[in-house]
T-cell receptor, first 113, second 112 residues
Framework: GENVEQHPSTLSVQEGDSAVIKCTYS??????FPWYKQELGKRPQLIID?????GEKKDQRIAVTLNKTAKHFSLHITETQPEDSAVYFC????????????FGSGTRLQVQP | GAVVSQHPSWVICKSGTSVKIECRSL??????MFWYRQFPKQSLMLMAT?????????EQGVEKDKFLINHASLTLSTLTVTSAHPEDSSFYIC????????FGQGTRLTVV
């Protein structure tokens, strides 16, 4: 089955700096890679996703890059704000409704004002 | 998208009792639903895949006789934690996928 590794486990940045979180996956059949933000006691919120037919996707301050050959993908947050502080999870799966997502271990991001 | 409603949002039960958690897909007919468990400061771990009209598929290490899953309709899956123990205390969350995943609100289970 799929195995997803995520680094770092914690990340502290100053407000306005950039934050980068990296994930690797093992199953070459995976072709859907979402990123989630989770606040304490809440459900995960999708912040951006990428499918394997593209290498990069951007949505305002958030971008994701995918290297299918190396089986890794990264989340980039620019101009970080205190409200970006949360736990972020990457995930990987085949792009079908019948397969569960496999999640990374999570990154606790702290943006210092 | 899909709207997924999970109930209850929190429950406290005594050790040895059973607790049922409901997951409803309000606007999407879900032949497959997923149940995850999340311990404090950990990731979401898949417990089982719930298939409408057939038996659930459990992940390795998840006891199927302890975590009973019923998916009797295209809009409802239930997870029953039987003979709950304090170590079953966790955040349980269901999900459906179209391509993107949609999650229920989660259920915080505390076994005392």
């Amino acid at each position: 089955g799929e195995n997803v590794e995520q680094h770092p486990s914690t990340l502290s940045v100053q407000e306005g700096d950039s934050a980068v979180i990296k994930c690797t996956y093992s199953d070459s059949a995976s072709n859907y890679f979402p990123w989630y933000k989770q606040e304490l006691g809440k459900r995960p919120q999708l912040i951006i996703d990428i499918r394997s037919n593209v290498g990069e996707k951007k949505d305002q301050r958030i971008a994701v890059t995918l290297n299918k050959t190396a089986k890794h993908f990264s989340l980039h947050i620019t101009e970080t704000q205190p409200e970006d502080s949360a736990v972020y999870f990457c995930a990987a799966s085949m792009d079908t409704g019948r397969r569960a997502l496999t999640f990374g271990s999570g990154t606790r991001l702290q943006v210092q004002p | 998208g899909a709207v997924v409603s999970q109930h209850p949002s929190w429950v406290i039960c005594k050790s040895g009792t059973s607790v049922k958690i409901e997951c409803r897909s309000l606007d999407f007919q879900a032949t497959t639903m997923f149940w995850y468990r999340q311990f404090p400061k950990q990731s979401l771990m898949l417990m089982a895949t719930s298939n409408e009209g057939s038996k659930a598929t459990y992940e390795q290490g998840v006891e199927k006789d302890k975590f009973l899953i019923n998916h009797a309709s295209l809009t409802l899956s239930t997870l029953t934690v039987t003979s709950a123990h304090p170590e079953d205390s966790s955040f349980y969350i269901c999900s459906v996928r179209i391509s993107e995943a949609f999650f229920g609100q989660g259920t915080r289970l505390t076994v005392v």
